[in-house]
C-alpha cells in the first residue's frame, strides 16, 4: 500500500508517473470540454468540491512543472483565480502564459490527461508541461 502522504488517488497517480518530458496534465474547472481522445482523471463529486486550488496544489507537490498555460479570459472573469494560480507556479519557478480560451481548448486535444474538479470559477483550467529532474 502506497503511504498517506501524497497522491493516493490511483489514476492520478500513475499518469503523473507516466508522464515524461514536455507532456502535459490539464487541471480543469467542472466546465472544460474533454477531448474523447484524452483520458479523463474525474475528481468532481459536487459543484465546487474538490477545490481547482486543492487539486492544483496536489499536482504541483509530485508533478515537475516546466510552463504553465491557461486561458487569456481568466483575467478579465476570474482575476482573483489567475492571482492564486501564478502565485503557486512563480514560487516553483514558472511563468505563466496566456492564451486564447479556443486555443486552450485547442491544445486539450494533446494533453496526456484531464483532470476535472468541481471548481465553479470561470476559466479556472491550467495546462501543466512536465519538466525534468535534471
Same mark, same amino acid.
Do not use: W
Given at each position: 500500500?502506497?503511504?498517506?502522504?501524497?497522491? =493516493? %488517488?490511483?489514476? !492520478?497517480?500513475?499518469?503523473? #508517473?507516466?508522464?515524461? %518530458?514536455?507532456?502535459?496534465?490539464?487541471? #480543469?474547472?467542472?466546465?472544460? /470540454?474533454?477531448?474523447?481522445?484524452?483520458? &479523463?482523471?474525474? !475528481? #468532481? %463529486? &459536487?459543484? +465546487?468540491?474538490? #477545490?481547482? !486550488?486543492?487539486?492544483?496544489?496536489?499536482?504541483?507537490?509530485?508533478? =515537475?512543472?516546466?510552463?504553465?498555460? *491557461?486561458?487569456?479570459? =481568466?483575467?478579465?472573469?476570474? /482575476? +482573483?483565480?489567475?492571482?492564486?494560480?501564478?502565485? &503557486?507556479?512563480?514560487?516553483?519557478? *514558472?511563468?505563466?502564459?496566456?492564451?486564447? %480560451?479556443?486555443?486552450?481548448?485547442?491544445?486539450?486535444? +494533446?494533453? &496526456?490527461?484531464?483532470?476535472?474538479?468541481?471548481?465553479?470559477?470561470?476559466?479556472?483550467?491550467?495546462? !501543466?508541461?512536465? +519538466?525534468? /529532474?535534471?
Amino acid at each position: 500500500m502506497k503511504l498517506t502522504s501524497g497522491i =493516493i %488517488h490511483p489514476q !492520478l497517480s500513475r499518469v503523473i #508517473a507516466e508522464c515524461g %518530458h514536455t507532456d502535459a496534465i490539464v487541471v #480543469a474547472d467542472a466546465g472544460l /470540454p474533454i477531448p474523447p481522445n484524452v483520458e &479523463r482523471i474525474d !475528481l #468532481a %463529486h &459536487r459543484a +465546487g468540491s474538490p #477545490a481547482f !486550488l486543492d487539486i492544483l496544489d496536489t499536482v504541483l507537490g509530485e508533478f =515537475i512543472v516546466e510552463r504553465a498555460v *491557461v486561458s487569456e479570459e =481568466i483575467e478579465a472573469n476570474s /482575476p +482573483g483565480m489567475l492571482t492564486s494560480v501564478r502565485a &503557486r507556479l512563480e514560487a516553483v519557478g *514558472v511563468v505563466v502564459e496566456a492564451i486564447p %480560451h479556443d486555443e486552450f481548448k485547442a491544445r486539450t486535444q +494533446g494533453a &496526456r490527461a484531464i483532470v476535472r474538479t468541481g471548481e465553479y470559477t470561470p476559466y479556472s483550467n491550467v495546462m !501543466l508541461y512536465s +519538466g525534468a /529532474p535534471f
